[in-house]
């Protein structure tokens, strides 16, 4: 199933009350229409489709909704369908199994512009990243100090309103940093740069 969910009740994403659900569908088919038609802040994709796959239609949504956050939902392995998810277009991934608490969490988390999947997957991503991915003084020297500040501070696994509360600043700024690192590292997706940066803060 497809569940187009959780359009913002309000600017505040800290608790359920914050969220409203807007809509489903269970047809790949149906997905994109009814995305235009309901526009939800953010859409819970499940990865078995009974007539599509889930990661496809991942792909499909990002390059028709741009602005859209996606959180894949399966039972199956996250070791084995995470990191694909990710690269699909995703902003999360969480196991149906999780408890309704973590949901709510990756929701939250996902429509403020972060990306979301367990400490553990987290763990799996950094031991398989490739070692040309790391970032040298070199290319940090595209960034402003504000940005190496930011680019520390995702590393060590704050969120966007963490970061905004901790520097004095907008989330909206933040998330203007965030834009303007990935330009000047030339990464594509804000899933590379998470990563980036976990790897960088180990290596310092």
Same mark, same amino acid.
């Given at each position: ?25 269970? &047809?790949?088919? !149906?997905?994109?229409?009814?995305? +235009? ?6 859409? @819970?994709?499940?990865?078995? /489709? ?67 999947? &367990?400490?553990? !997957?987290?763990?799996?991503?950094? +031991? ?6 790391? @970032?040298?003084?070199?290319? /940090? ?64």
């Amino acid at each position: 199933m497809i569940i187009l969910s959780y359009r913002k009740a309000s600017r505040s994403w800290s608790t359920h009350n914050g969220m409203k659900f807007v809509g489903s569908s269970d &047809s790949a088919r !149906m997905a994109a229409p009814e995305i +235009k038609v309901k526009q939800p802040d953010v859409a @819970l994709i499940d990865i078995g /489709l009974k007539d599509g796959d889930g990661l496809v239609l991942t792909e499909q949504l990002r390059e028709m909704f741009p602005d859209l956050k996606m959180i894949v939902l399966s039972m199956h392995d996250e070791t084995l369908y995470a990191e694909r998810a990710l690269l699909a277009g995703a902003n999360g991934y969480v196991m149906k199994e999780e408890p309704g608490a973590v949901l709510v969490e990756a929701i939250r988390r996902v429509a403020d512009n972060d990306v979301f999947v &367990s400490s553990e !997957m987290r763990r799996r991503l950094l +031991k398989g990243y490739s070692r040309h991915g790391k @970032l040298g003084g070199d290319r /940090l020297a595209s960034l402003t100090d504000r940005q190496i500040e930011i680019l520390r501070m995702i590393g060590q696994g704050h969120d966007t309103a963490e970061i905004a509360a901790s520097l004095g600043l907008s989330k909206k700024t933040v998330e203007y940093h965030r834009v303007q690192m990935k330009e000047r590292l030339n990464i594509s997706k804000l899933s590379e740069l998470v990563r980036m940066a976990v790897r960088w803060v180990e290596d310092m």
